[in-house]
């Protein structure tokens, strides 16, 4: 075995030392940071994200902060999707476009004030653009990178434990709403947010130094709603269809292929780059759409590192972008981005996979899992059990 060396480069988070003492046991990188991407019991981190509540390192969702007197135009320009009537305590899901509406990243845009934005990302390296753009605009901005590293808490019983430490006023926070404030000197943003259809907060911690603190305070409040370590889970975000930049995206992949269209206002945001090229696009219809994909009964496949191949009667209609294993379903499941006009829901298909040709069958998204929400993780698809880490 080998181990991944860390430093400037491959950069820990704020929460590296709780999650080795909670057991991490895989991590992936993000942003050029470490992201816990287990605890060795991932039928469990399933179920608790379904059924009770989760605790997330995801320090690696960076914050690119954007502030001065052009904060607000240079927040403008960058995304196609207005930001018109965001209020100062709001954010907002939003593609980011390069000038010929390809896909560059897909935050989540936060207004702290007037003139102060974070652009909380995904895996790509938004600030450089940001500088660029602000630059050649000649904008009266700062675009940095501060100390910031969110901790998600995910899961049904999260507004319970996370009113339990903030108050009951998080109840009443809005999807993306946010306050800023400080608790027992930490200084923070808690959020109504993150990377799951299970509902959650996001505690955006604004000094690195209290990241151990922070994760106690949170997993003692949730002990009574056993509470415990889990991460961006890839089974429930392709049953919901979340998008994961970067996985079911490559350098061609406009916010329409992508089931992001809805995140575009092409008459509210003129001097936002991409914009002509998206009306273009919108005009003609996009080349590829994404779909799911619900592969035959049989073996779990091998994991994704590559984008896999799919035919419809023997011509190529695009790849399989994503797969899983889904307990609920029973199947394993994924996501595609395939020809619009070749590749429709109801359409079998052939997928190249790493164990082979597999049969599959093209369904809209999200997957419908509602009918087995009870269901308890049953022998055949729980790994063996290891102890559970100490501590
Ligand atoms: N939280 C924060 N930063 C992030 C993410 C996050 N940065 C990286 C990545 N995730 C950005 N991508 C997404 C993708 C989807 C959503 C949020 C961030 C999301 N979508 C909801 C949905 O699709 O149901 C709602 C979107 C809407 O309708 O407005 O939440 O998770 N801090």
Redesign the pocket.
Known sequence: MFTLSHGTRVRKSPFYDATVDAGVSAFTVYNHMMMPTGYRDPVSEYWRLIHGVSLWD?AV?RQVEVVGPDAAELAQALTPRSLSTLQVGRG??APICDHDGILLN???ILKLNEDQFWF???DSDLMLWARAVAQERRLRVTVFEPDVG?L?VQGPKSTDVVADVFGDWVRDLP??GFRQIVHQDMPLVV?R???S?QGGF?IYLRDRQYGTDLWNLLMEAGFAYEIGPGYPNTMERIE?G??S?GSDTDAETNPYEVRLGR?VNLDTAPTAIGIEALRKIHAEGPKRHQLGVLFDEGAPLSRVDVWMGAQKDGVDIGSVTSSVFSIRLERTIGLALVDRLAAQPGDRITVDTADGEREAELVDLPFDVDTNLQRPAGPKVAPPEPAPPAG
């Open positions: 995801v969702e907002r899901y897909d935050p989540i909380s990302i995904a969110p998600a999807l993306f959020a947010s993150g990377w259809k996001e919901g979340l998008l930049f995140y």
